[in-house]
């Protein structure tokens, strides 16, 4: 600690120059220098710097003295007085003289001012507000469960870093005693509430976050910012300090431990048993969906032959009609051919000797047996032709109506519009093929239609 020499005033006394040259600090105490090499020596009560603000001398501030504070530093002033304890606050930069002025306390302890003879009692504290803080922590093997196999104690530590600087001065003035301030006891007791909150944080996580402890190490990042969350408003709430991050390095479990290893020899049981599980399941899911493929082809295959079959049945049978028409029509000759021949046995000549013999009949049966084969081969023919003969074209005829074109219309439409008067002998009619437009009564596929005379009048009543 550095103490800083005093400058001589007007009137021949010593002015206490008052600043903090550490290099590295939180919060520093100023303490004036002794005006006399001999007064170093001196043990006798009133003079002696054995401890912290033992004596009023240590605190003798000289009304006049000199003031610095560095940029990012404030330096606080504490009066104690019978009536409490009363605080002013300098905030740099500022490099001046202390007067009632600029420090309103000093009006109601100096009172009037002496020069450089009158000093007063004051405790000065430089506190540092740029500076940034680190504290590296390690926390050493503590056991960690996971829900799941509480019977397995996993030894786990934790190492990282927490950063923070000092924001609201005041705050951190009302939780700590300055005068009792130590930064290496301050650091132990950040260390103290580190240790506390990281334990709880790891050793729920499993429970709380659901992250298995062999996966603890894999999660840091995640963990890392449970940490944070958690610490942060506490260590601002507890030691009045601003947490700028807390950074985790490592999460080791302890591998060489009785509760690591049968954990992990549960653990690799169980995902190998579900690993196998689940490749059963695909298996199973694999012949299930082969099976239900093939059924669904299956059914597609005999719906198609189904409608195939239906549709080459239909086919014969349309193929067939005639034929079975024609087969109709044989037995009708046959059963007519047959009651023929009866008919001629019916009317036979006994020749004497008991047998029967009719020309006329067997003449009348061969006569009509060539008709009927006559008619059957005519119909087979006719059959034959219209099985095989394409389609007529069926006639379409244009109608003169008013002066005006229309149609075409077919015969059927052209009896329906006869029918009902539309269409009469003496409308003109041209169709493809005509040389000039005719009369519908001279067109002679139209005879049969105009030819039915009307019926007469019906009988009178009786």
């Not at 100023?30 to 603000?53: H, L, Q, Y």
Request: with cysteine; aromatic share 8%.
């Amino acid at each position: 600690m550095a103490l800083f020499g005093r400058t001589k005033s007007a009137e021949g006394g010593f002015m206490d120059v008052i600043r903090c040259d550490q290099p590295d600090y939180l919060v520093w105490k100023w303490r004036p220098e002794v005006a006399e090499a001999g007064d170093e020596t001196r043990k006798d009560a009133g003079t002696t710097r054995e401890g912290v603000n033992a004596t009023t001398k240590e605190n003798a501030i000289r009304y006049g003295s000199s003031l610095r504070v560095k940029d990012g530093e404030v330096a606080a002033f504490v009066y104690q007085q019978k009536d409490g304890t009363l605080q002013d606050f300098i905030e740099g930069p500022y490099d001046g003289t202390i007067k009632t002025a600029n420090f309103p306390v000093l009006a109601r302890i100096v009172g009037v001012a002496f020069g450089g003879n009158s000093p007063f009692q004051a405790e000065i504290y430089f506190i540092n507000l740029a500076g940034i803080n680190q504290i590296r922590f390690g926390i050493p093997y503590f056991d960690v469960f996971d829900p799941r196999f509480m019977d397995f104690a996993v030894p786990v530590a934790v190492r990282g870093t927490l950063t923070f600087r000092m924001v609201d001065y005041k705050a951190f003035i009302k939780l700590h005693r300055l005068i009792d301030f130590n930064l290496e006891t301050f650091k132990a007791q950040i260390k103290a509430g580190i240790t506390k909150y990281v334990k709880s944080i790891v050793s729920n996580a499993p429970a709380n976050n659901n992250i298995p402890v062999m996966q603890l190490e894999r999660k840091i990042l995640e963990i890392n910012q449970l940490v944070e969350n958690y610490i942060k408003p506490r260590m601002e709430g507890e030691f009045g300090v601003t947490v700028s991050s807390v950074d985790i390095d490592t999460i080791e479990a302890n591998k060489d431990s009785e509760g690591y290893q049968k954990l992990m020899s549960v653990t690799r049981d169980i995902a190998a048993q579900t690993t196998q599980a689940q490749a059963d399941v695909n298996i199973q899911n694999v012949q299930d969906t082969q099976r239900i493929n093939a059924e669904n082809m299956e059914a597609s295959l005999r719906i198609q032959r189904e409608e195939l079959q239906r549709a080459q049945k239909l086919q014969t049978e349309g193929a067939n009609f005639t034929v079975h028409q024609l087969n109709q029509q044989a037995d009708v000759a046959k059963t007519a051919a047959a009651s023929l021949g009866q008919m001629g046995a019916g009317a036979g000549v006994s020749l004497g000797d008991g047998g029967g013999f009719n020309p006329a009949g067997i003449m009348a049966g061969i006569a009509m047996g060539g008709a009927v084969g006559q008619q059957m081969s005519g119909m087979m023919g006719g059959m034959m032709q219209r099985m095989n003969a394409p389609p007529p074209p069926l006639a379409q005829y244009h109608v003169a109506v008013n002066g005006q074109t229309t149609g075409p219309y077919n015969g059927a439409q052209l009896a329906q519009m006869a029918a009902s008067g539309q269409f009469t002998a003496q409308s003109m009619v041209w169709k493809q093929g005509m040389a000039a437009w005719a009369a519908a009564g001279t067109v002679q596929e139209f005879a049969q239609l105009f030819a039915s005379p009307a019926p007469p009048p019906p009988p009178p009543a009786p």
